[in-house]
Each structure stands twice: as C-alpha cells, then as structure tokens.
C-alpha cells in the first residue's frame, strides 16, 4: 500500500520529524485552501475552508508502514493532541470510493 500525504504551507518547506521519502511532487489535487484558523500557538493558519478558491497542492509519499503509523507521524508534525479527533484524516481508496480526491489517487495509483 503506498501512503502518501497531502501538504502545503511550512509542512513542505519544513517538514520536521514527518517521515516523507523522496521530494514533494507539485501534480497534486488542487484544494480550497485558506488563511481560516488560529492554530495552538496563535498565528494564523491554513486550512482547508469549503469557500476559499482551490489551489494546488503538493504530495509527498510517506515512509511508514501503516495507515495509522503513517497519521500519528502527521499528528505529531503538526501538534495535534491525541485526545482531539480532528485535523488528521484519512482516504482510504475502495471501488466504492469517489470524488476529487478518490480520482486524483487513482491516476497515480
């Protein structure tokens, strides 16, 4: 199974302890992303907001081993405490699955 994370922002240009193998590739799905958050530490942040214009962003594959070693990584990249449940989401691509980003991940298998 190949893992890989979806990034813009510092986590591409200072990716710290997040375990990417190889470079981050500029084909990826294009995102509404916006300045939408204040993060823990108090500066403003971007996230992925439903109204802001979509932008393109980046992916990286991830050297883990599992879906969920692979999200504790991205979990502690970013700070995210455990007890909270949002900030670190997963897809997992089924026959099933559709959409934007179900179709980007299928081109690049």
Same mark, same amino acid.
């Given at each position: 199974?190949?893992?890989?994370?979806?990034?813009? @922002? %510092?986590?591409?240009?200072? %990716?710290? /302890?997040?375990?990417? /193998?190889?470079?981050?590739? /500029? &084909?990826?799905? +294009?995102?509404?992303? +916006?300045?939408?958050?204040?993060? &823990? @530490?108090?500066?403003? #942040?971007? #996230?992925?907001?439903?109204?802001? *214009?979509?932008?393109?962003?980046?992916?990286?594959?991830? #050297? *883990?081993?599992?879906?969920?070693? #692979?999200?504790? /990584?991205? $979990? +502690?990249? +970013?700070?995210?405490?455990?007890? $909270?449940? &949002?900030?670190? @989401?997963?897809?997992?691509?089924?026959?099933? *699955? *559709? @959409?934007?980003?179900?179709?980007?991940?299928?081109?690049?298998?």
């Amino acid at each position: 199974m190949k893992i890989v994370c979806l990034g813009w @922002g %510092s986590l591409v240009w200072k %990716s710290g /302890a997040l375990p990417v /193998a190889g470079e981050w590739h /500029a &084909d990826g799905p +294009e995102l509404p992303i +916006e300045f939408s958050r204040v993060s &823990d @530490g108090g500066e403003l #942040a971007t #996230a992925i907001c439903i109204n802001a *214009t979509p932008v393109p962003v980046l992916w990286a594959t991830l #050297a *883990t081993h599992s879906l969920s070693e #692979a999200c504790q /990584a991205l $979990r +502690e990249r +970013e700070g995210i405490p455990e007890e $909270r449940v &949002d900030g670190v @989401g997963s897809l997992t691509l089924s026959s099933q *699955t *559709t @959409g934007l980003l179900a179709d980007w991940a299928r081109a690049r298998h």
